[in-house]
C-alpha cells in the first residue's frame, strides 16, 4: 500500500513518515512539502491513503483534496491541522476525508486509522479496481487521440464514430496558462480537474492536455447554459485557484469533428492577438485585502483568526497572508493586534469602564493576555496608562486657583 504525507513542516511529514515505518514497514510512504510536488507523486505512483496538511503554501490541504477527488476517487484522505476549528473539521468531512487529526498527531491513533484503511483498502472489490484501472486507459485513449486531432497529427485508421457519436454538435474551451520557464505541473492539474468538474456539471464532455501550457477542453452544454456563460464560471473559478497568469477563450458552437484542427488553430491565434492575459488574484485579491480590511475594523473585537479572515473573502490563508502584509506593510496577526490596542488607548480615557470590561470589547477574553499585550507595545500596562493619561488631562485643564 501507498502512502502520501503532504505537508510544509519538515519534522512533521518525516515524523508522521517513521511512525509508519515503524508500525507498519510494509507500506511504501512518499513525502510533498508543497501541493506541486504531491501532485507530482500522485500522477506517478498509485497512492492509496493521503495525508495532507490543512495549511499549505500555494494551495491548502482542503483545496487540494477538492480538486484531486474527481481524478483518483479511490484515494482515502486524512486531513492534519494544528487548529481545531469546527468548521475545518466540518468541510474536510463534506468533501470525504475519512478522519481530521490534530498536531502533534498520537502514535496510536494513527496506528489504528492506517490499520483500519488498509483493511477497507484491502477488501476492496477487486472487479471494481479493475474497472477503475480499464476507465482510467480509456480516458487516457480518448484524450490522446483527442489531442492528435486537435495538433492536426494523424490517428492512422483509427474509426472515430463511436468517439464522436454523442457530440453531434460541441463547444472548444482552450485555456492557455502564462508561467515563463518555469514548471506549470500543479497549475495544469488544477485546469484539468476544475474544468472537468464543470463540464460535467453542465452538460458532457472531457478535457485533453494541448501542450506544456495549454488545455482543451470539449464540451456540449445543457439546452439552458450558454457557451459565454460557462467561460466565465470557469473564469470564476481558475481566478481563485490559480495564481499565474492564464487566458481562456472558446470556440462559440461547432457541428463538425473535422474542422477540429482548424478551429483550435484560428483559436490560438485569436488568443495570441487578444488583449492581455488574465491575471488571477492581482486585481481580486487586491479588492479582497480591501474587503479584509472593512471587515476588521467592523469586527476586530471578535475572534479573528487568519484562517477565519482568509475564508471570509475566499483565499487561501497563505495567500491571504502575503497579499495583506503586500497591502498594508503588516504582517496580518500585527495589524489586528494593533487596531485592537489603538481602541483600547480610548476605551481607557473612559474611568467609569472596567479594565476587563475594556479587554472584552477588544477581543480579549483573557485580562491577563490583554495587559501582556498592552504594555509589550506601549511599555506600560494599561493600569499605568490610565494614570498617566488622567495626569495629562489634570495638567492640560491648569492649575486650580489659590
Not at 503554501?57 to 483534496?65: H, I, Q, R, T, V
Not at 483493511?119 to 490522446?144: A, K, M, V, Y
Not at 485508421?157 to 463547444?171: A, G, K, R, T, V
Not at 479572515?309 to 495583506?324: D, E, G, I, K, T
Request: net charge neutral.
Amino acid at each position: 500500500m501507498n502512502i502520501l504525507i503532504a505537508d510544509d513542516e519538515r519534522f512533521i511529514r518525516e515524523g508522521i513518515k517513521r511512525t509508519i515505518g515503524q508500525i507498519s514497514p510494509e507500506h511504501q510512504v512518499f513525502v510533498a512539502e508543497r501541493a506541486e510536488e504531491a501532485v507530482k507523486i500522485m500522477e506517478e505512483q498509485r497512492i492509496h491513503i493521503v495525508l495532507t496538511d490543512i495549511l499549505m503554501p500555494g494551495m491548502s490541504g482542503l483545496e487540494f483534496m477538492k480538486i484531486s477527488k474527481r481524478r483518483y476517487p479511490y484515494v482515502k484522505w486524512i486531513v492534519i491541522s494544528a487548529h481545531s476549528e469546527f468548521s475545518y473539521a466540518q468541510e474536510a468531512v463534506r468533501l470525504g476525508a475519512r478522519d481530521y487529526l490534530l498536531k502533534p498527531i498520537g502514535k496510536t491513533k494513527l496506528t489504528e486509522l492506517i490499520d483500519s484503511l488498509a483493511t477497507e483498502i484491502q477488501q476492496d472489490n477487486h472487479i471494481s479496481r479493475q474497472g477503475e484501472r480499464l476507465r482510467t486507459s480509456l480516458r487516457f485513449l480518448r484524450e490522446g487521440v483527442f489531442q492528435r486531432l486537435a495538433s492536426g497529427l494523424d490517428i492512422g485508421n483509427l474509426d472515430l464514430e463511436p468517439f464522436i457519436e454523442d457530440y453531434n454538435q460541441f463547444s472548444l474551451v482552450l485555456i492557455q496558462l502564462d508561467s515563463g520557464d518555469r514548471s506549470v505541473r500543479l497549475e495544469h492539474f488544477i485546469v484539468e480537474n476544475v474544468l472537468s468538474e464543470l463540464i460535467d456539471l453542465h452538460g458532457r464532455g472531457f478535457v485533453a492536455s494541448y501542450d506544456r501550457q495549454s488545455l482543451l477542453g470539449l464540451v456540449t452544454l445543457a439546452d439552458n447554459i450558454r457557451v459565454e456563460q460557462f467561460q466565465e464560471e470557469v473564469k470564476a473559478h481558475l481566478t481563485h485557484y490559480l495564481k499565474i497568469p492564464f487566458q481562456i477563450i472558446h470556440s462559440g458552437l461547432c457541428y463538425d469533428f473535422n474542422t477540429v484542427p482548424l478551429v483550435v488553430k484560428r483559436m490560438r491565434e485569436a488568443s495570441a492577438s487578444q488583449a492581455p492575459r488574465l491575471e488571477p488574484m492581482k486585481g481580486s485579491g487586491e479588492k479582497a485585502i480591501d474587503v479584509a480590511l472593512h471587515y476588521i475594523k467592523e469586527h476586530f473585537y471578535e475572534d479573528l483568526s487568519l484562517e477565519k479572515m482568509a475564508s471570509v473573502v475566499f483565499l487561501n490563508p497563505a495567500y491571504f497572508s502575503q497579499l495583506f502584509k503586500q497591502k498594508t506593510g503588516q504582517g496580518y496577526k500585527e495589524y489586528v493586534t494593533s487596531l485592537r490596542l489603538e481602541q483600547a488607548k480610548l476605551l481607557l480615557l473612559n474611568p467609569k469602564l472596567k479594565l476587563a470590561d475594556i479587554a472584552e470589547r477588544v477581543g480579549y477574553q483573557d485580562m491577563r493576555h490583554f495587559t501582556q499585550m498592552f504594555r509589550k507595545k506601549y511599555q506600560l500596562t494599561p493600569t499605568e496608562y490610565r494614570q498617566q493619561e488622567s495626569i495629562n488631562i489634570q495638567m492640560s485643564k491648569g492649575s486650580p486657583p489659590q
